[in-house]
């Protein structure tokens, strides 16, 4: 079966680390640019925010505001595994991490801007790992 799965959430306390790891099953992470979205705990109807993309043709990387500086996305294409290491965490990082999967993007900054909007649809979405930041 073909399928993303997110792994490595939890409890952390505030100004903790974490890093979550996004890995594929049936097929090889290297062929897709990888994007991490988040989303408020429970809030299913609402669009996931794109936080942190890599490309699959460079691993060109993008990160949006709230994570510049304290997030890293980074590929182990021997693991088939895409990680977030997460630094500094604070509790308006608690959420439902999801990562995704598209073969062709524009660029990172699009995937990670349009990935959970309507009109775009990628070509996998893993089931997400809940963080929960707080003392």
């Known amino acids: 079966q073909l399928k993303l799965v997110e792994s490595g959430g939890g409890l952390v306390q505030p100004g903790g680390s974490l890093r979550l790891a996004c890995t594929a099953s049936?097929?090889?992470?290297?062929?897709?640019?990888i994007g991490w979205f988040r989303r408020d705990p429970g809030r299913t109807g609402r669009k996931r925010e794109g936080?942190?993309?890599?490309?699959?043709?460079?691993?060109?990387?993008y990160y949006s505001h709230s994570t510049l500086g304290r997030f890293v996305i980074s590929r182990d294409t021997a693991a088939n595994t895409v990680y977030l290491q997460m630094n500094s965490l604070e509790p308006d990082d608690t959420g439902d991490y999801y990562c995704?999967?598209?073969?062709?993007?524009?660029?990172?900054?699009?995937?990670?801007?349009?990935?959970?909007?309507?009109?775009?649809?990628?070509?996998?979405w893993g089931r997400g790992t809940l963080v929960t930041v707080s003392s």
């Open positions: 049936g097929f090889s992470l290297r062929q897709y640019a």
């Open positions: 995704a999967g598209d073969s062709w993007i524009a660029s990172t900054e699009a995937m990670c801007l349009m990935g959970d909007t309507d009109g775009y649809t990628m070509d996998y």
């Open positions: 936080i942190a993309c890599i490309s699959n043709e460079d691993d060109t990387t």
